[in-house]
């Protein structure tokens, strides 16, 4: 039982290891940086490789991921890391 359990955690891990990078980079969307508000960025930051690990809001280096065009119009948006 614990073998079978052991490969679900590993399997779900991996699965959702895969959607959320292909989140960040799917074909109508870019990544937004200094736009997302305290844990609720998209992926990695500089400082933590888990999502929604963004400390304040609007940090530079943590980027949401929205649909194309719409980065520039957002106030504080950016599409290079600071």
Known sequence: M????????ASLAFVGGTISSGVA???????CYGVAKAGKNDCATKTSSCAGSSTSDGQKYAFIA?????????????KESS
């Open 2 to 9: 614990n073998k079978k359990i052991a490969l679900t955690v």
């Open 25 to 31: 980079l799917a074909g109508s969307k870019e990544k």
């Open 66 to 78: 929205v649909p194309k065009g719409l980065c520039d119009r957002l106030v504080g948006g950016s």
